[in-house]
Nanobody
Framework: QVQLAESGGGLVQAGGSLRLSCAAS??????????IGWFRQAPGKEREFVAA????????YYGDSVEGRFTISRDNAMSTVYLQMNGLKPEDTAVYYC?????????????????????WGQGTQVTVSS
C-alpha cells in the first residue's frame, strides 16, 4: 500500500509561482519503482494530465498547456516529487493531484492518462487570481 500526500497549494496572483510537493510513504514501498504523475481537476471538468516523471527521474512529460512553465522533478531519497509552477495563469486554477503508477507501465500513453494510476493523494487546491 502506498500513501501520497500533496502540499504547497494556495492562492497566487497571475504570473506568480508555486511549488507543489508529493510525499510518498508505505511499509513495503520502493519509491523508485513508481512513476509519478501530476493531474489537475477544475470544477465541472475531467481530470487533466499536467506532468509525469519516470521512477528513475530520467524522463519527464508535460501537458501542452503547461509545457515551458512547469517543471517536474523527484528526490528518491526523500520519496518526494515536486512540481514547480511558474508563470501561473487563472486557467491553472484547479485541485492538483499526484498519482503513483508502477514502473512496469513505462509507455507514455499510460503516464498521460489518469485511469492506470494505482494510488492517488487527496489533492491540493491551487487558485490563481487575475
Amino acid at each position: 500500500q502506498v500513501q501520497l500526500a500533496e502540499s504547497g497549494g494556495g492562492l497566487v496572483q497571475a504570473g506568480g509561482s508555486l511549488r507543489l510537493s508529493c510525499a510518498a510513504s508505505g511499509r513495503t514501498f520502493s519509491f523508485k519503482n513508481y512513476n509519478i504523475g501530476w493531474f489537475r481537476q477544475a470544477p465541472g471538468k475531467e481530470r487533466e494530465f499536467v506532468a509525469a516523471i519516470m521512477g528513475d527521474g530520467g524522463n519527464t512529460y508535460y501537458g501542452d498547456s503547461v509545457e515551458g512553465r512547469f517543471t517536474i522533478s523527484r528526490d528518491n531519497a526523500m520519496s518526494t516529487v515536486y512540481l514547480q509552477m511558474n508563470g501561473l495563469k487563472p486557467e491553472d486554477t484547479a485541485v492538483y493531484y499526484c498519482g503513483a503508477l508502477s514502473s512496469f507501465f513505462n509507455n507514455v500513453k499510460y503516464l498521460r492518462t489518469a485511469r492506470p494510476y494505482n494510488y492517488w493523494g487527496q489533492g491540493t487546491q491551487v487558485t490563481v487570481s487575475s
